[in-house]
Every structure is written in C-alpha cells, then in structure tokens.
C-alpha cells in the first residue's frame, strides 16, 4: 500500500470515526463499526491506528492545534497592542471555530476523560497554552487601569466556556448568522471586562 493511500484511507477513518462517534456515541462505536463503515477489514484498520483512543487522541490534537494556529494568525493581524482588541480577535477566532467545527468541538469538550492519561496530559497542556493566552489578554485589559473584573480565572473561564457552547447549539441555517454570532459573543465578552 503506497504512502498515499494509507494517508488517504487514514484521514477517511478519522471522518468517518468522528461521524460515528458523533451520532452512535464514543462508547458506542467500535473499531468493527469504523472498518465496516469505511469498507476495510477490521485487521486493516491496525495498519493505520492502534485503538479508538488513538483515533479520538488523533482528533483531539488535531482540533486543539487548529484552534491554536487560527488564533496565532488573528493574533498578527492585530494593529496594536490595545488589549480589548485582542479580546475581540480572540474571541472571535473561538466563536468561528466552534461555529464551523461543531461535531469536532463538541466530541472533543465532552470525551476528554476516555483518553488514556497520557493523551489527556497532552491535551490539557495544549487547552492551557489557549487558556493562557486569553487570561493573559484579560489581564491586560484589567493592568490599563480602565477595566476591572472581579476574578481574572473565573472570567477566563465564563468567556472559554461561553465560547464552547456554541458547538452545542448553533446551527448555521438558523436565524442567526456567524457574523452576528460573533458581533454578539464580542459584545459579551466586553462586558465581562467591565469599565474599572
């Protein structure tokens, strides 16, 4: 089997497991489920990845790292160093990306605890590197003088989680466009910052 098709038989086994893990549920879904979906033998499916776990570890960094990279690019089109600004872009780069990338985001924040404890070290190392960047920007807007939170952690967390939750609920053929979206989730999360 060349390179490119196990690459390509190996992203089409991580599809089809997050379509599955999706609708039939991760416990639900084996890794029978997951050959015969995809139309290989269940042996075949050992060539590409040593267990579900892997897939959903796969998964995981995958989405993580994407989330991370969308917002290291939001971050250099930033103009200046005004830290409201940058609470917008931020946001805004995690309302898109729980918006555009639901089943990913929504599999990922609520299987967490069935990755082996390796995996899940890593996955919260890279979580707390995103975290970082938001409480570091919060604490920004709070060191100007002209904003005030009543707990720097907490309100990171609100704004993670506000963000989060979009991958539960927003459909993009309802009344609510991305754009407004993310006008709305920006004007909240200003308010979370509220005038010292």
Known sequence: MTDARVTQTSEQIRRTALDLFATDGYDSTSIRDIAAAVGIRGASFYHHFRSKEEILWNLTERALGQLAESWQR????????????????????GVVFHAEQRTEAALINSRLNRLSDEHYAGAVALRGDYERELADIVAACVATGRHAVPDVRVTVYAILQMTAAIATWYDPEG??????????????????????
């Open 74 to 93: 939001a971050k250099a089109e930033l103009s200046g160093d005004e830290p409201l600004e940058a609470l917008r872009a931020f946001v805004r780069t």
């Open 175 to 196: 009344p609510t466009t991305l754009d407004e979206l993310t006008s709305i989730y920006e004007e909240l999360a200003v308010k979370m910052v509220a005038p010292a």
